[in-house]
């Protein structure tokens, strides 16, 4: 299994505070996405990296941001978390764009 | 633009066959097929790249038409452990596009 981990895994929080989820992966891949899952919608991308402080917007980046300061951590950051983002987070890494792409456990939000 | 997936769910008793299929109104680089069991990521299955190729994994392979923009994935002798939701992918254009855009899956149910 590929090295990638997401924390936390579980979080509860309320609306309008900033929440930052973390993925690190230890396989040194380029490339690492942002990924949303609800009932309903399938997957769909918030932000992806393609290296080093090279970020660029999904389809569904409103009210997210990202960050990516060395090649094996990937921040999102909720700004200010609103009830619409509540929903399963997951990050996904890849050695090139768009190959294989190797998905983290996932992080379960709850903004009340 | 999300990727069309049908049929949005299938029931099947073991040893049946089911075809799985993901249509783009864009033209496609590639189309990648993911399924992601309940309660876990999404993992991994194949990538099919332009030029009509077919690939397999068991008992599993998938087919893809560039220019009807579609793919198809084919499940025979379908087997308890298939069972889950099946994602496609599509990247559009290649070069320096580094992301898939997924449909919104088909949950594949094998009973005994």
């Known amino acids: 299994d590929a090295g990638i981990t997401q924390s936390p895994r579980h979080k509860v929080t309320e609306t309008g505070t900033p929440v930052t989820l973390r993925c690190h992966q230890t396989?040194?891949?380029?490339?690492m996405y942002w990924y949303r899952q609800d009932p309903g919608h399938g997957l769909r991308l918030i932000h992806y990296?393609?290296?080093?402080?090279?970020?660029d917007k999904g389809e569904v980046s409103d009210g997210y941001s990202v960050s990516r300061s060395k090649t094996e951590d990937f921040l999102l950051t909720l700004e200010s978390a609103t009830s619409s983002q509540t929903s399963v987070y997951f990050c996904?890494?890849?050695?090139?764009?768009?190959?294989?792409?190797?998905f983290g456990p996932g992080t379960r939000l709850l903004v009340l | 633009q999300q990727p069309v997936q049908s049929p949005q769910a299938v029931i099947l008793r073991e040893g049946e066959d089911a075809v799985i299929n993901c249509s783009s109104s864009?033209?496609?680089?590639?189309v990648h097929w993911y399924r992601q069991k309940h309660g876990e990521a999404p993992v991994f299955l194949m990538i099919?790249?332009?030029?009509?190729e077919q690939k397999g994994h068991d008992k599993i392979s998938a087919s893809f038409n560039e220019k009807k923009q579609q793919s198809s994935l084919y499940l025979t002798a379908s087997q308890l452990s298939y069972s889950g939701t099946y994602f496609c992918?599509?990247?559009?254009?290649?070069?320096?596009?580094?992301?898939?855009?997924f449909g919104k899956g088909t949950l594949l149910t094998v009973n005994p």
């Open positions: 996904a890494i890849s050695r090139s764009g768009p190959g294989t792409q190797y």
């Open positions: 396989e040194n891949h380029r490339y």
């Open positions: 990296s393609y290296g080093v402080k090279d970020t």
């Open positions: 864009k033209a496609l680089y590639s």
């Open positions: 099919l790249l332009k030029g009509g």
């Open positions: 992918g599509t990247e559009i254009g290649g070069g320096s596009n580094y992301k898939l855009t």
